[in-house]
């Protein structure tokens, strides 16, 4: 199993960023896949959920309305639409899957919300 990040960055208060994660070594489209983050000093913490189709949702209160989490199980790709970030957002995100009672992490990517 292989999950990479990719695309954060440093981007200004009530700004957008689109985290991707791509996956490999498993058959994608029969897992939901989790977005976590973990800010300085904090927890990690579970961002939002998608499941294996698509069709379902969750996001945890801080995020919710402002971001967007999709998947392309043709490219085994799971997305976090971020917009209207704020300093608070600032944290490593990573990608999760569950697999046989197993969990499988990316290597993170770094979001930084500053002026």
């Known amino acids: 199993v292989q999950l990479v990040e990719s695309g954060g960055g440093l981007v200004q208060p009530g700004g957008s960023l689109r985290l991707s994660c791509a996956a490999s070594?498993?058959?994608?489209?029969?897992?939901?896949m989790t977005w976590y983050r973990q800010a300085p000093g904090q927890g990690r913490e579970l961002v939002a959920v998608?499941?294996?189709?698509?069709?379902?949702?969750n996001y945890a209160n801080s995020v919710k309305g402002r971001f967007t989490i999709s998947r392309d199980n043709a490219k085994s790709t799971v997305y976090l639409q971020m917009n209207s970030l704020k300093p608070e957002d600032t944290a490593v995100y990573y990608c999760?899957?569950?697999?046989?009672?197993?969990?499988?992490w990316g290597q993170g990517t770094q979001v930084t919300v500053s002026s």
């Open positions: 070594g498993f058959t994608f489209s029969r897992y939901a």
């Open positions: 999760k899957v569950l697999i046989n009672g197993r969990d499988s």
């Open positions: 998608i499941t294996n189709t698509g069709g379902s949702t």
